[in-house]
């Protein structure tokens, strides 16, 4: 079945301090990936995306993120963390056997502190 | 350019009443998708609209779930006769309609809908 996995249900990062929120997928080829933000009470902001090409993807917001084939994996990584990067993130996946569909993970809550 | 339109943003309905949702994509863009969050939960995908053609309606609940695209206006995802399960965030996003740019999809606020 199709799958994304966010094993970190909840993180915890000081602010300065580097960030790494991993996501993992089910899937027999490459699908298209995507990881996106989202604010309380707001809607979902695409953060970056990978379809084909470099495995390492630049963002907005000074976020990147690997794509590694042999770990099924797109991790989201950031430097340095701003108070003001306190979301919930999630990863979705798309294309190939997912068609049109987003299927995203279970999405993980970054908290800052100062 | 404004983005995803999605009124009303906050819908209170009692249990056996119909709710409707609406959603504006993007200007350009052609391919409409309604994804539901219930609490705590990452989104589900509902379905997949372009103008007046359902094509993916395989997170459709089978039953008081109908959703449309017409030719002019907004899509409307309606529910009829809501039950307290139904409660839950719903959001619209829209892409273009080329091949590829059509997986990259823009999220409107949501519309909140409880089901009291």
């Known amino acids: 079945a199709q799958s994304v996995t966010q094993p970190d249900i909840h993180i915890t990062v000081s602010e300065g301090a580097s960030l790494e929120l991993r996501c993992n997928y089910s899937?027999?080829?490459?699908?298209?990936l995507f990881w996106y933000v989202q604010s309380p009470g707001q809607g979902l902001q695409l953060l970056l995306k990978?379809?084909?090409?470099?495995?390492l993807v630049q963002g907005i917001k000074g976020f990147e993120a690997e794509f590694k084939r042999s770990q099924s994996s797109f991790n989201l990584r950031k430097p340095s963390v701003h108070w003001s990067d306190a979301a919930e993130y999630f990863c979705a996946v798309g294309g190939g056997e997912y068609g049109n569909k987003l299927v995203f993970g279970a999405g993980t809550i970054l908290r800052v502190k100062s | 350019n404004a983005g995803v339109m999605q009124n009303p943003r906050h819908l209170v309905r009692r249990r056996g009443q119909e709710a409707r949702l609406r959603c504006s994509p993007m200007?350009?863009?052609?391919?409409v998708y309604w994804y539901r969050q219930l609490p705590e939960e990452g989104l589900k995908f509902m379905v997949y609209?372009?103008?007046?053609?359902?094509?993916?309606e395989s997170g459709m609940p089978k039953e008081r779930f109908s959703a449309e695209f017409p030719k002019e206006g907004p899509s409307i995802l309606r529910i009829q006769q809501v039950v307290r399960g139904d409660s839950a965030a719903y959001f619209c996003?829209?892409?273009?309609?080329?091949?590829?740019?059509?997986?990259?999809?823009?999220f409107g606020p949501g519309t909140r809908l409880t089901v009291t």
């Open positions: 990978y379809f084909s090409g470099d495995t």
């Open positions: 899937y027999g080829a490459t699908p298209y």
């Open positions: 609209l372009q103008k007046e053609n359902i094509i993916d």
């Open positions: 200007k350009g863009h052609s391919h």
């Open positions: 996003a829209s892409s273009l309609e080329s091949q590829k740019r059509s997986y990259e999809q823009y």
